[in-house]
């Protein structure tokens, strides 16, 4: 989708906000505020000087007209994420003040090849009600074909910038039937600004912060005596006795055992980049540059370091889709790119730069009431060791192995399955798909 069609999009999305919500003049007056800031943050961090081109005077002018014609708080928030995908840079968004309502649809979608899927419904949902099963092919959403260049637009517009009553679905069945269903969202209200005095929204976040500090990332299985599997949800964190890059080494530790491993990325988003280079380090005896950042003023190779005396020495396998980014992609490719491993999936998602995230607030230090607001803007851009960046192409698999409407409907993991035949393990993609029954079922 080009930049024209996510404004008609936005456009489209907030007509009908969640919650109906009139702009004041105190209301545009902190949006061109915010614009403000963003902006100064965006020309002190950018990577690159010359912002792909884009004239930010211009850019600022237009974002600043279309905040004087918004007619509501998310026709507002979405000119002030407008002036930041002009850019078309993966890793740089603008994080909008902290909405009055959370949103579930109660369905989760994901690229695999070049179509929409369903991978997860819950059962206690509307769109289960509706009929909206696993594997079901998604054909549009609201009228707006989902592919891989929008779909995480697509699903930043609907949770972060205008939470919605529910959507329209044109949605193509195992069976090859078609069918629109029109599901309902659960809305629940919240602060919209956070008050730091308020008892109960302070037990609010840190019921927010305990139950992803206790999401677990990491999943292992043995099989055979010869094969280490080892699902990695993500390169950050810091979670577990001696901290992360501990338990990367403890992980590595075991695999050292066994003749194979595979590397399960899927669904892996990335994270920190001296964690890949901990992993990396595991499989190589001599430091290397993986590759490059690239920054506004210098260029910084990306130096893996090896770790431990004896680099693993068996065959790797490394399993990755559509929702593999960042840290993960670097990983997957520096392997492929050196001979250590053979890649198995589906292409990656090609966001690969390297970001930091800026907070901001509208409100004086010393008061308790603030909106609090920020952006992600990238720092660098990742060229590797073959002159290329991964940012919007991703990694091509050695061999592609996708999982079927069928399959996905049938709870069935065919790119598991495969990549265990390559390690000389049979397993029917059925039993593959229980490998981590226990991981799915907590997510």
Known sequence: MNRLALITLLVMVTAAPAVAQDLSSENRQRGHRMLRQLREQLEKYYYDSTYHGVDLDRSSAKADSSIDAAGSLAQMTGALAQFLFDLND?????????????????????IIGDACYVVAVDPKSDAAKQG???????????????????????????????????MR?????????????????????RPTVRDLTDIEEQRFFMEELRL???HPNHHTR???????????HEFAGGR???GFDNIVDREMEKAGNYRYLILDLRGNPGGRVVTLRRLLGHFFAEEFALGARHMR???????????????YAGEVIVLIDSESASAAEITARTLQLRGRATIVGDRSAGAVMASIVVPMTLGSDFQARVLPFGMTVTVS???????????????????????????????????????????GVKLSPEDAGKVFKEDAEGR
Do not use: C
């Not at 003040?97 to 649809?105: E, G, I, R």
């Not at 991964?390 to 050695?398: D, F, K, Q, R």
């Open 212 to 214: 992803a500090s206790n």
């Open 90 to 110: 993966s890793h740089t968004t603008f994080i909008p003040p902290n909405l009055n309502v959370s949103v579930k649809y109660g369905w989760t979608p994901q």
């Open 240 to 242: 577990g006795t001696g």
């Open 381 to 423: 851009d990742v060229v590797m060791s073959d002159g290329n960046s991964l940012e919007h192409s991703g990694v091509i698999p050695n061999i592609a192995v996708l999982p079927t409407g069928k399959d996905l409907g049938e709870k069935r993991d065919p790119a598991m399955a495969f990549a265990l035949e390559l390690a």
């Open 132 to 166: 909206l099963r696993l594997g079901d092919h998604i054909l549009a959403i609201d009228g707006i074909r989902p592919t891989r260049d929008d779909l995480g637009l697509i699903s930043y517009v609907y949770y972060r910038l205008s939470p919605r009553p529910g």
């Open 222 to 232: 043995v099989f055979a005596d010869s094969v280490f599997v080892w699902r990695m």
């Open 297 to 311: 003023d210098t260029v910084v190779p990306m130096i893996v370091q090896p770790v431990g005396d004896t680099p």
């Open 169 to 189: 679905l044109l949605v193509e069945a195992r069976d090859g039937a078609r069918e629109e269903l029109t599901i309902r969202s659960l809305l629940e209200r």
